[in-house]
């Protein structure tokens, strides 16, 4: 079986399945951060687990996905996935890189919210909010106008040499289809009911950036947005409640140092909520909005920082 060798997540990445939606490395790859293997197809019946559907313990996550596979993580460095028999590879990948990613970069450490990232001249900036708020659709606006995307849907932060940075990852978008249809963009494949997945083609950032601000997208009655700068104990508590399959993070053995970065990112990062009428009809002029606002708030930081 052709192995294929993958960059995200500043991981090397190396799996016996293709996975288009993940940056690929060509010629020699050096040794793999993370391995994923496919095992023979697994029975009919998938096994009982502790929390229903999925358990955690320190270096172990296990995942049973009715119709599709079991998914094994293992100490952030492997993902074995026993499919079911017939199981179209689009849906393998569909937790593949959701779920089952999530819980490797809970054990390898890094801080994965939930939400979509851009590259801009001020620093990174992660949109996070509710289901359904219209993250993944902010950001494809964002790029639409020339901005590149760092990641959708998982945004890994890293406390690296030169500070809190956004790591990159999936070059693509998941956008609801009354999004995918306004926004006019490149043709994408449906993976859901009203999801489609959209590659980002040029429109990607392959490095880490620095991370300037994180927005929480929040239901507004307001007919203009207001940016309102979160201060205290409450920014770490948003955080978490922002964090990828929060459920996840409980019995992994990076726990405490997970909590820990979330005190950093809090003092750290420039956290904001984002109060705005929930209209996809003002989505250009919410864009509009936040670069003003970015460009008086983060005046004094250069592209530089992003390098």
Known sequence: MSLNQYWAYGLRIQAEMDCPELPSVSGEAGSPDVTIRLLPPAANALESLENGYYEVHPGVFRLAVPGVAMYR???????????????????????????????????????????????????????????????????????????????????????????????????????????????????????????YVVPMGEGYCPHPVSLRAIHILVDHDSSTPVFEVLRGFDRVQRLLENLYRPHYLKGQGTQSDLMRMAGLIAQTATIVAVNRRRDPEAIEGLVGFLESAWAERFAAYSSKEME
């Open 73 to 195: 993580v293992e100490e952030g460095r492997r993902i074995f996935i026993a499919p079911l028999p017939d199981v179209p590879a689009e849906k393998l990948r569909l937790f593949l890189l959701g779920s089952a990613m999530g819980a490797l970069l809970y054990q390898r450490g890094l801080f994965p919210l939930h939400g979509s990232a851009i590259e801009t001249p001020w620093g990174a900036m992660i949109f996070v909010g509710a289901q359904g708020a219209g993250k993944s659709t902010l950001a494809a606006q964002f790029h639409r106008k020339g901005y590149r995307l760092l990641s959708d849907d998982v945004c890994a932060v890293a406390a690296l040499p030169k500070g809190l940075q956004i790591l990159p990852a999936l070059a693509q978008f998941r956008l609801c289809a009354d999004a995918y249809e306004r926004l006019g963009t490149t043709p994408g494949v449906r993976f859901d009911v009203d999801k």
